[in-house]
């Protein structure tokens, strides 16, 4: 296998594995907060329906923790298989969070699965919701380690490299690059908002498909609420993202907005169709000055174009399309939180429609992808890059001969991983309806008197 074929394995396997995983570690992270929530406004409330909220939610949280072990454990060893020349040089400085992200995990797991087994142990729900407390500071310290290694890749520093040689490394200042904050404050915030939101889709769904229970309208008020919260924060978050890029990376950006002749007061682009050759743009909306201000808070700010950067070092012009998929997702979920919200408030009717609770359903899946949207961009956006500025991908690849039939093996891996937890998931609920639990729970607490 020739090099340049190793290089393209290699990106394809990274890529099939980080887009499968990134599903399982974003709910990963965003579900023990909505656990967390869920079961507290039970205990506020002392309303049984919020509580075994909670407990289903944790139920089907254990499948996809499972999954996203495997995935996390597959891409781990994969750092190392397919990028052994990264991993020489950047696992010397980064290797503090990749522990800690394992350690992060373990805390996680360890006091999930107490908090499982012990829900008919304690008379106090108080107590037992304190188990909750490390779960969720440790799915969410998991997720903050492993961005902080993502963020080195795009801006490193904590190091000297003096003729091919690591001096002066510094562990704690390589975690604190200039891209952590916005890097870790988006992840956060964009696991929240999607797993609040396929929350609130899967109570749609089941109001959809006939049930008139309290449960599932209580379910979609809540979810909806948090949803709402969290799209703002992911916004505000993506403002600051967009000044980080102008500071540090500008060719990122002026490849996201096809951007191409350095200018002041410069245009917002969305969508549109590019002709490269000419960088002539097509059926595009503009936005005047508005990628100034959001480069720099100042609509005649100066925005450095693409055509001012060496080509081999420009990241692929179609990450333009993702950034426009992100963002509109992004601000359609914002429109159809605050319709809801509104609604709600103003007894309108709208929130009763079927078609409106089609689209809620709808704002799961694509919350997902545009989480999926963002990664892509995030990764891509840094291409040629592997360590910007100190190592491109071609240089960090294996040159193994055996990478193409990896891929081949982890795509099927992924496949049936894939539709195994769905299938579970889908049996685990379907076979255990929230009428028949609550029943039994209630002649449970008559058997107890």
Do not use: C
């Amino acid at each position: 296998m020739s090099n340049e074929s190793a290089v393209f394995f290699s990106r394809l396997l990274t890529e099939f594995t980080l887009t499968f995983h990134i599903i399982y570690a974003t709910i990963g992270v965003g579900v023990p907060l909505m656990i967390m929530i869920a079961q507290w406004i039970g205990i506020k409330k002392n309303d049984e329906h919020y509580i075994l909220l909670a407990r289903r939610i944790a139920r089907g949280y254990v499948i996809t923790v499972a999954v996203g072990v495997v995935t996390g454990t597959a891409f781990g060893l994969q750092l190392s298989l397919l990028w052994p020349n990264f991993m020489e040089l950047a696992g010397n400085v980064i290797a503090l969070p990749l522990f800690m992200e394992t350690f992060a995990f373990f805390f996680e797991a360890i006091f999930l699965g107490i908090y499982l087994y012990t829900w008919d142990r304690f008379e106090n729900q108080k107590k037992h919701f304190l188990l909750l407390i490390p779960v969720a500071i440790g799915s969410s310290a998991s997720a903050i380690f492993i961005t902080m290694v993502n963020a080195f890749m795009n801006s490193p520093r904590g190091f000297d490299l003096v003729d091919g040689q690591l001096t002066n490394v510094q562990p704690i200042l390589a975690m604190l690059t200039p891209s952590m904050p916005t890097k870790v404050g988006h992840v956060l915030v964009t696991a929240y908002m999607t797993t609040a939101f396929l929350l609130a889709a899967i109570a749609a769904f089941k109001m959809l498909k006939g049930s008139k229970h309290v449960y599932h309208k209580k379910s979609l008020f809540l979810f909806m609420k948090l949803g709402l919260v969290f799209a703002i924060a992911t916004a505000i978050i993506g403002d600051f993202s967009g000044k980080y890029l102008n500071k540090y990376q500008p060719e990122k950006l002026a490849a996201a907005e096809w951007h191409f002749e350095t200018d002041k007061g410069a245009d917002l682009i969305l969508f549109g169709v590019l002709n490269e050759k000419t960088e002539q743009i097509k059926y595009e909306i503009r936005i005047p000055k508005m990628l100034s201000f959001l480069a720099s808070d100042n609509f005649n700010a100066e925005v450095k174009g693409l055509n001012d950067f060496p080509k081999d070092e420009t990241p692929p012009l179609y990450i333009h399309y993702l950034f426009d998929f992100m963002v509109s997702v992004g601000v359609l979920m914002i429109v159809i939180g605050l319709a809801y919200l509104l609604g709600i408030w103003r007894n309108w009717r709208l929130v009763d429609s079927r078609w409106f609770k089609w689209i809620i359903v709808a704002g799961g899946p694509l919350t997902f992808l545009a989480v999926e949207a963002g990664w892509w961009l995030a990764e891509v956006g840094r291409q040629p890059w592997i360590l910007v500025n100190y190592m491109k991908v071609s240089e960090a690849a294996t040159t193994s001969d055996n990478v193409g039939l990896m891929a081949a093996l982890f795509a099927i891996l992924y496949v049936i991983l894939g539709i195994g937890s769905v299938v579970v998931l889908r049996r685990m609920f379907k076979n255990n309806p929230v009428e028949r639990e609550l029943e039994e729970r209630h002649n449970e607490e008559s058997d107890h008197k």
